[in-house]
């Protein structure tokens, strides 16, 4: 019997404690996120896939076909086109496509470019079922954006 009354005490003893730290947490603030259904911020320096800068004013990219990033990409990931139109001084893009499967995010590009043009996104969450999905058209992706 005193085995049965030491049982009880135990278990109303453990619940207790347990409902215990229960409410304590339900009191602090939420730490946790939704996800999917809710994404993290991610910090300033977290480098996503690159991607096209625009310009503030009129969302066209910044980039001007120089060539460098494509040529200092140590994996070959960058692949663009541009060409001269009537009257302007520099080339207009026409493409910009990011193999991601190759990317080892070095920065590389980013370093080489002087006009601001590409920058690392802040996408940390990307998943397909084939690594075609991977492959970006980045000037796609910018004339979406703005
Ligand atoms: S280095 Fe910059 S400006 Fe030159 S092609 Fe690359 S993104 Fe464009
Ligand atoms: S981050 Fe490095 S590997 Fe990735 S595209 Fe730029 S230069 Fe190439």
Do not use: W
Not at 4 to 12: A, I, Q
Not at 69 to 90: F, R, V
């Amino acid at each position: 019997m005193s085995g049965y009354f030491k049982d009880l005490f135990g278990g109303t003893k453990s619940l207790a404690v347990g409902l215990g730290i229960t409410f304590r947490y339900m009191c602090k603030p939420v730490v946790t996120l939704q996800y999917p259904h809710e994404s993290l911020k991610m910090t300033p320096r977290y480098r996503g896939h690159i991607e096209l800068v625009g310009d503030e004013e009129t969302g066209l990219p910044k980039c001007v076909v120089c060539g460098m990033c494509q040529k200092t990409c140590p994996s070959n990931c960058i692949t663009l086109a541009g060409e001269k139109t009537e009257g302007a001084k520099t080339k207009s893009l026409t493409m910009y496509t990011l193999d991601f499967t190759k990317c080892s995010l070095c920065g590389q590009c980013v370093e080489s470019c002087k006009f601001g043009a590409i920058d690392f996104s802040k996408d940390y969450n990307l998943a397909g079922p084939r690594k075609e999905a991977f492959i970006f058209d980045l000037l796609k992706r910018l004339e979406e954006k703005s």
